[in-house]
């Protein structure tokens, strides 16, 4: 069964300081895999997409990671701020041309000043 | 960046009544569009898939005679809560693809801002 897990389920952190995202994920076979920032209320917005071929790719202060072969990817957000307050979630495209996605239940995360 | 709209943002009903959700694609032609529900604290469910001009395909435990989708054009497509009840109330999501290569793994989702219901 597809699926995707993410932790910590919620974190809070001090305005400023750095904190990572963890996905796992059991997708396969695997066409790519997207962070995306939800803020409270609103649509889901995309922080990047990496293909199982990439290992890294960064959109400002956030940095995202993948390993393909453990199946692990990461979301590494740097010199927080109080704007990043926001559920992150993880979501693996299975196939290419097939393009239900498989969604992470999200970690919430609070930046606090 | 290609831009997803959706109308109303917000709404409120009575119990029996319908509500019609509408999803437009800004700035891109959209052959599929998407429509997904989220509880509070809990990540989106897709409901149905809507290709332009065909019927949707609705996901198993989704009644499509309660919550009808019309996909009319590339740029717009409706999802209407058919007698809406309270547990109906959620935030409902579409989202819009645009379909590069058939196989690239660059096919993207955008999605639209959502529309809270709350039916009375």
């Known amino acids: 069964k597809n699926q995707v897990e993410q932790s910590p389920q919620s974190l809070i952190i001090l305005e400023g300081k750095n904190c990572t995202l963890q996905c796992n994920y059991t997708v396969s076979p695997f066409s790519n895999l997207r962070w995306y920032k939800q803020d409270t209320g609103r649509g889901p917005v995309s922080l990047t997409i990496?293909?199982?071929?990439?290992n890294t790719k960064s959109n400002g202060r956030y940095t995202a990671t993948l390993d393909a072969d453990t199946k692990q990817s990461s979301l590494h957000i740097t010199a927080s701020q109080l704007s990043d307050s926001a559920s992150y979630i993880c979501v693996v495209h299975p196939h290419p041309g097939f393009q239900k996605l498989v969604f992470g239940t999200g970690t919430r995360l609070l930046v606090s000043p | 960046g290609a831009v997803v709209s959706q109308h109303p943002s917000w709404v409120i009903c009575k119990s029996g009544t319908s509500v019609k959700i509408e999803c437009r694609s800004l700035?891109?032609?959209?052959?599929?569009m998407f429509w997904y529900r989220q509880f509070p604290k809990q990540s989106l469910m897709l409901m149905a898939t809507s290709n332009e001009g065909s019927k949707a395909t609705y996901e198993q435990g989704v009644e499509k005679d309660k919550f009808l989708i019309n996909h009319a054009s590339l740029t717009l497509s409706t999802l209407t809560v058919t007698s809406a009840h309270p547990e109906d109330s959620s935030f409902y999501i579409c989202s819009a693809s645009i379909s590069l290569l058939r196989d690239s793994p660059y096919n993207e989702q955008f999605f639209g801002p959502g529309t809270r219901l709350t039916v009375l």
């Open positions: 700035d891109f032609q959209a052959t599929t």
């Open positions: 990496m293909t199982f071929s990439e």
